[in-house]
């Protein structure tokens, strides 16, 4: 059973403790949801799923190989979605989607770009140049880049960021066809996205106690942490 | 070697959509050895003794300044984030926007330097060595910047930064690419001065790209 799991995770930022003993694991099929107050790690999370932070504690673990061993592969079967878009604005969306899906390793580059672009419901911005995207455009073209080249993990951060309601049904679908292909899903969000069956993990559960914990060095200069007692209320 | 290719084209194609690198280098690069003659005065036996320095000088700074950019766009919007997260190593991310880099700053140069060479009563046998130095120059020097401009990513004033860091570590090339002229004119032999540009381009080629992808995982954290 090829699961996707990460045991103990402890993530420290600029000497901060973010969360610490978290464990995960996510089955083909499933879908897990990132849930938490802003600053509660959900992106650092993601972005250690992904491979572009190091965890300072714990191990990340595909079908129980560690994936610290072979992350050339792990880069193969995963697609991160993350806050910026990535669209060049001299490029037109085609453009920009085929060179995503040529890296990603797929035979026909434009014809997916192309197929990917319809399935996201914006076949028409096929040949406008990324400057003249809106933002909601934008972002559809990001998560056209996930169905452009097959991978089976995908890691999403708050895709709905600018969508319409719409898109955000259509991103419902697409998620469900691709769990339903043995695809596995790890998003966050801080809007309803219904997946069935999906699992939800609560980032304040792993953030540590406050002053009297002796690994906060006082670092602390992020607001929105403020709010972590009252969102552990309405998580447990 | 196909997505190595696709990163080559694609940034080619940004550069060619956007137009202004590649000509504010080649611009720059003309403008700053167009000022010697009127610094240093219209007399023909000066300009022609200092012509080899004068060019390679402006080589490099037109080099630089388009160094600053090169990984800026893609950190910025993301791109560096999703393409250190290709199958493509990021080794070889990096070589393919050098190499793109020197496609489109470097060659302009090395097309616009005989030119240049004429203008300022360069000695006709100092010509063709002239465009064989700055062929295997330039790609050191955008090679050499790729780490530089991979570790003031990210920084505030990072153009400064970048100079700085960098300009010291082109002196060598400036030696023996200067040198090499010289020689040729003064009726010695290039041939050392040469083997010794190529032997820099031979270490750089291979390990410019390791440091420069190293510095920015490090910017990526």
Known sequence: MSAFAGSELTCLRGGR???????????????????GPNGSGKSSLLRIMAGLLKPFRGTL?????????????????????????AVKPVLTAAENLAFWAALGGADDPAQRARAALERLGV????????????AGQK???????????????????EPTVALDRAAVRLLEEIIAEHRAGGGMVVLSTHTDIAMDGARTLHLDDFTPAGPDDGSDDGDEDDGDRDDTPHARETAS | MNRFRTLVMRDLRLALRQGSDATIAVMFFVLCVVLFPFGVGPEPNILARIAAGVIWVAALLASLLSLERLFQN?????????????????????????LAHWLVTGVPLIVAAPILALLLNMEAGGFGVLVLTLAVGTPILSLIGAIGAGLTLGARRGGVLLSLLILPLYIPVLIFGAGAIDAAITGMTPRP?????????????????FAGAAALRQALE
Do not use: C, M
């Not at chain 2, 001065?193 to 080629?205: F, M, R, T, V, W």
């Open chain 2, 193 to 209: 001065h040469l083997l010794l540009l190529g032997g820099i381009l031979a270490a750089a080629l291979p390990l410019a790209p």
């Open chain 1, 139 to 157: 972002r559809r073209l990001n998560l056209a880049r996930i169905l452009a080249a097959p991978a089976r993990l995908w890691l999403l951060d």
């Open chain 2, 74 to 98: 893609d950190y910025e919007d993301g791109s560096l984030e999703l393409l250190s997260l290709t199958p493509l190593p990021l080794e070889a991310v990096v070589l393919a926007k050098v």
């Open chain 1, 123 to 134: 076949p028409h911005i096929a040949g406008v140049p990324g400057r003249y995207l809106s």
């Open chain 1, 17 to 35: 403790l973010v969360f610490t003993g978290l464990t995960f694991r996510v089955a083909p099929g499933d879908a897990l949801t990132l849930l």
């Open chain 1, 61 to 85: 673990a595909w079908e129980d190989a560690a994936l610290s061993e072979d992350p050339d592969v792990h880069r193969r079967r995963t697609h991160y979605v993350g806050h910026q878009d």
